[in-house]
C-alpha cells in the first residue's frame, strides 16, 4: 500500500514564526504536492514537485517555500507564519514518469491541521 | 481555465436512502480525466475512481455508482442504500493537459451525513 506520511497531525506556531511541514512518501513517487484544504473552498494547490529539486507553483504560493532534496521527502516551508495561514495542510503523491504528464490518481496523507495565534 | 463544481454543500440523508452528489467540470481539453475522492472525518481523502474523457460508461462498484455525461460535462456519483459509514467529504476532480504534471482542479466538496 501507498503511504503517505506527515510529521504533524496538529501543530500551533505564533506569528512571525518560520514553520516547517514535512511530508514523506514510501512508493518511488515522482510528483509531490502540497494543498491547503479551507472549509467552502475545497483542496488548493500551493507546489508541486515533478522530481527532485524540481518545484512548480501551484494556485496560492504566496508566503510559501518548497524543498525536494530527496525523491521521498517533500516539505513545505511559511517563511513567517501569519494567521491566515490557520488551515489544514495536505500532502500526496503520484507516480509519473520524469518529464512526462501524469494524470494517475494521487494519494494522501492524514493531513497537518496549523494553528497560527 | 479548468474548473470544477460541487453545487451542492452539504446533504444529509437517513440510512438506507440513496443520494446522488453532482458535479460539473470545464475544460477545453479533449482528453482529461475525472476523479472522485472520500475524506472520512479522520481526514485523510481516499481515491474512489478514475475515468478518462473518452470512457463514457457508467461504472458501479458495490454501492458506488457513476455517471459520466461528456454532453453535459458532469461526472456524478451516487451511493445506493447510503450507510452511516459514507459519512464524509466527497471531492471531485479534473485533471487536463492545461495543467502541467498531473495538477487537479478541486471541487469545493459535498459533506454527506447519513443518520441512522
Redesign the interface.
Known sequence: DVKVTQSSRYLVKRTGEKVFLECVQDMDHE?M?W?RQDP??????IY?S?DVKMK?K?DIPEGYSVSREKKERFSLILESASTNQTS?Y?C?S?P?TSGS???????????T?LTVL | AQKVT?AQ?EISVVEKEDVTLDCVYETRDTT??L?W?KQPP??????LI?R?SFDEQNEISGRYSWNFQKSTSSFNFTITASQVVDSAVY?CAL?A?TD?????Q????TQVVVTP
Open positions: 510528483n504536492f494543498y467552502g473552498l475545497g483542496l488548493r494547490l508541486f515533478y512548480e501551484g489544514m495536505l500526496a503520484s509519473g504528464r501524469s494524470y494517475n490518481e494521487q494519494f494522501f496523507g492524514p493531513g491541521r | 460541487q454543500t482529461y480525466y476523479f475522492y479522520s481526514g485523510e481523502l481516499v481515491f478514475r478518462n471531492f485533471s493537459p502541467s504534471w498531473g495538477k487537479f478541486f471541487g469545493a466538496g
